[in-house]
């Protein structure tokens, strides 16, 4: 679609390689936008999902504030506006917080709190122009209601909540619609990492997070894809500063 | 001819109460639109499929007209209790008893009926979602309509419980607390449509009552990993 999204509203999805980022971008594809998609880099299957969604690869570091500039720019450029911006990338490393790295504490901070404020710095002024847009945050259960070796995390997440009330409220009157949504355990890449962390099998993760769910369900990123959408979209005009909580009954709107 | 029907499945059914009005007929009527086969309760007549003429706070009745629906239309995949109405500007002490009761009632007792009525049919079938309306008012609080946001208070303790107690089963129950809402329900000269309250919120104006039925709808067919939840259409009242 190098000659921009024709008639389609444009949405930007970041960390879309995999997971809940590459569901959300064929969702909010299937439901009519031209989506570009972000990630820290392509191994091709940026350039594939692209290809799928009628929009862009731009991949590059959330966490480099020229980056997400060069980024926000080209997609401007190459399709024509951001309707629709969908903080999704995040870094995320286990440890106990006095004795993690604090490097690796703090790049979680930087890529996931940080990188999306600069990168939602970069859309506004677009969304501003075009009359209005949707911000949709992807914070985490954990941001609501903490998580042991998870401090970093925990933190960033809890942020991109209060970023999504403040946004909410700053951006509202202008047409610019912020929400954010806490999923708790959704059925992802990311699971390795806890069974990494938990020094068990990725089936010993599943059913360790299931028996912390009241469903007994792990979310699956469609679920979670279309809480998105559904923000994103015509339904959720009145939605602003909200926090979605699709977690199985993890946290039942404590944020 | 709906989507269901073209698929060649049988259309799903929703229940909603308080449907000849407001937010219930606009719930009623998205539900319609979206292929589903819908079955109304309210004291009118409502524009439904199969409408039901009931007073929410009858509990035989409410288990009469529920039993009815299902058979009729064929079960209930979805039930919405939306039965409501409002009274503000009243202070505390002022509240007489028949206004707290009556409140409490229709609000808190005509969503523990419907619960009561639709659940055994959802049970039956491992299925269903209920979605129980609430109102920013009970999250935040609010002055001289307290009977008001007891009732729909006690309406999120009661949902958010009901939807823990179920929750090892298939059946989804949830919230939508809706801001002040353009309809019906809110007088001409209500506070709540005064221009210096509207610009307080960060969209300055009323909920629609489509933003509502768009939410529940949302919850109904793709909201499988809400339990307890509310969501909040509320163009920023409560944050």
Request: glycine residues 12%.
């Amino acid at each position: 679609m190098a000659g921009g999204a024709q008639d389609r509203p444009v949405a930007l999805v970041t960390g879309a390689a995999q997971g809940l980022g590459h569901a959300t971008a064929l969702r909010l594809a299937a439901d009519g936008f031209a989506v570009a998609v972000n990630d820290i880099s392509d191994d091709g299957r940026l350039a594939d999902l692209a290809a799928r969604t009628g929009g862009l690869a731009v991949a590059g570091d959330i966490a480099d504030p020229g980056a997400v500039t060069a980024m926000t720019a080209e997609v401007v450029a190459r399709l024509g506006g951001i309707a629709v911006l969908v903080a999704n990338a995040a870094a995320m490393e286990m440890g106990p917080f006095l004795t993690q790295n604090r490097a690796i504490w703090w790049r979680q901070v930087e890529v996931n709190l940080s990188g999306h404020f600069r990168l939602v710095q970069a859309v506004v002024p677009h969304m501003r122009a075009a009359g209005g847009g949707r911000i949709v945050l992807i914070a985490s259960g954990w941001g609501v209601i903490g998580h042991p070796n998870a401090t970093a995390y925990a933190a960033s997440k809890a942020g991109l909540i209060a970023l999504a009330k403040g946004l909410g409220r700053e951006l509202g009157p202008q047409g610019i619609l912020t929400n954010a949504i806490a999923p708790a355990y959704i059925d992802t890449e990311q699971l390795r990492v806890d069974a990494a962390d938990a020094g068990i099998t990725l089936e010993e993760m599943r059913e360790r997070y299931r028996e912390l769910v009241p469903t007994g369900q792990l979310a699956s990123t469609g679920d979670i894809a279309a809480a998105v959408a559904f923000l994103a979209g015509q339904g959720g005009s009145a939605f602003v500063g909200q926090v979605l909580q699709p977690s199985g009954g993890v946290t039942r709107t404590r944020a | 001819m709906s989507e269901p029907e073209r698929r060649g499945a049988k259309p799903p059914v929703a229940l909603v109460t308080g449907a000849a009005s407001g937010i219930g007929a606009e719930t009623a009527a998205m539900f319609r639109r979206r292929g589903w086969r819908t079955a109304g309760i309210d004291l009118r007549p409502s524009d439904t499929d199969l409408s039901l003429r009931c007073d929410v706070t009858d509990a035989a009745g409410i288990r009469s007209a529920v039993d009815e629906a299902a058979g009729q239309l064929g079960g209930i995949d979805a039930a919405v209790s939306a039965a409501g109405y409002y009274e503000e500007g009243i202070e505390v002490c002022d509240i007489t008893r028949e206004q707290w009761d009556s409140m409490l009632g229709v609000i808190l007792g005509g969503t523990v009926n419907t619960c009561a009525a639709v659940l055994p049919h959802m049970i039956a079938r491992q299925s269903g979602a209920i979605i129980a309306i609430s109102s920013e008012l009970a999250l935040a609080g609010s002055a001289t309509d307290l009977h008001y946001v007891a009732a729909k208070g006690a309406v999120l303790g009661l949902v958010k419980s009901l939807a823990a107690e179920l929750a090892a089963t298939p059946i989804r129950l949830n919230i939508v607390a809706p801001g002040p809402t353009d309809t019906p329900l809110l007088a001409a000269d209500s506070l709540w449509r005064k221009a210096d309250y509207l610009a307080t919120l960060p969209l300055g104006r009323l909920v629609r009552p489509g933003e509502v039925a768009a939410t529940v709808y949302y919850l109904a067919t793709e909201g499988v990993m809400y339990c307890g939840e509310v969501l909040s259409p509320n163009a920023g009242a409560v944050i």
